[in-house]
């Protein structure tokens, strides 16, 4: 190719690849409904976004929009469920098979997104050496030996918060790449470590301080 | 009291709400370690965030530090857990018991903080008239007049993306005052309404893509 794609020169910023999400849903949508195009100025109209702000956006990604148009619908999905790689799936372990841990374990859903959790890992006599969901629970200890073998780079951690730092710096020394945070500790990793916070208990706290601020007037 | 404190009169800001578990945490695990007081100087060394910001985001809260010991761990805990609502249960209703709804279900770890699913809709038959975990799962079609019965603000969303909106409507027009949805697709509330979005597979996308360039370096 003559041109270099944005996508191969730019980091793409945490807000956009945040919002793509929201883009492909939509997308699916209008592919339901029989859509063959659609605009930036439809998903704007649809999910409250500027239009500038979603061109924008999907400059990133590999695909232009005809005028008056707009994007191809089937083309659109397609590119952008590569793009955030939920075609391919990423093997991942999990580290702490408690309520919410188990929980992931059994949200198949997770793998329709690229994300496959091939393990998991608990210290509890009880899980290890069962499965959940047909995944095999192992002991922590043999971590370190499994990944080398199986070469997962994602972690997902949903282990107690007096352990989470622990946990994480084995990960790591381990060869884990990538931390998917669950817990409401806030981890320290080596700058080279991605980290994804999920505080489901974060959402809670913000939840219910707006309903009250309602709820007073 | 002479002294409004200053969480009766400001709207407490977003990132403050969602940095506060970060501290409740840490206190928790300085209380494990048997630590009777603890500076924001500490904790500032602890998960890496500006010492003035944890001061300036404690003063939202009803709590006031000694010279040179700083809070009382104790105290700051059980502030803290109040402040953020942890303590009293929220009831909530969840829709959609496909694989993350169910998933939910089953995470009785949401009710340490503070979220007590009472009951779940869906319109699969296999489903209506079963329950998980001992919550009862209805029919869609029932949400209205239970809502108007069982007083439940909070409804979780986790239905497919093409029901996603039509849902939301639903709930609003039952009387749900806050919807956290766990969707990728970006609903539509009147103002009035409280939308937290945890998109799992938001955070998917952002972590592939780190994680892609840093296998590219």
Redesign the interface.
């Not at 913000?206 to 309602?214: D, K, P, Q, Y």
């Given at each position: 190719m003559a041109v270099r794609s944005r996508k191969m020169t730019d980091?793409?910023p945490?807000p956009t690849?945040?919002r793509?999400?929201?883009y492909?849903?939509?997308a699916?949508?209008m592919k339901?409904k029989g859509e063959k195009y659609v605009s930036s100025t439809q998903i704007s109209r649809q999910?409250?976004?500027d239009a500038s702000q979603i061109a924008k956006d999907l400059s990133y990604v590999d695909i232009s929009g005809r005028t008056r148009v707009g994007y191809e619908v089937d083309l659109l999905i397609q590119v952008l469920e590569d793009f955030?790689?939920?075609t391919n799936l990423?093997k991942a372990y999990l580290f702490g098979v408690?309520?919410?841990g188990?929980?992931?374990l059994?949200?198949?859903?997770?793998s329709h997104?690229?994300?496959q959790i091939v393990g998991a890992f608990d210290i509890n006599p009880n899980l290890v050496g069962t499965t959940v969901e047909g995944i095999p629970i192992y002991h922590t200890d043999e971590f370190e030996e499994r990944r080398a073998k199986d070469g997962v780079?994602?972690g997902v951690l949903t282990v107690p918060?007096?352990i989470a730092q622990d946990i994480t710096d084995k990960m790591v020394a381990g060869g884990i790449?990538?931390v998917?945070n669950f817990?409401?500790?806030?981890i320290?990793v080596p700058e080279?470590i991605?980290v994804?916070n999920?505080?489901?208990?974060?959402?809670?706290?913000?939840?219910?301080?707006?309903?009250?601020?309602?709820?007073k007037k």
């Open positions: 980091k793409i945490e690849l945040r793509l999400p929201w492909l849903s939509n699916k949508l339901e999910i409250n976004i955030l790689g939920f990423h408690g309520s919410l188990g929980a992931l059994r949200d198949s859903g997770l997104f690229g994300l780079k994602i918060i007096n790449q990538a998917w817990t409401p500790f806030r320290r080279t991605v994804q999920t505080s489901l208990y974060a959402h809670l706290a913000v939840m219910f301080n707006r309903l009250n601020e309602i709820i």
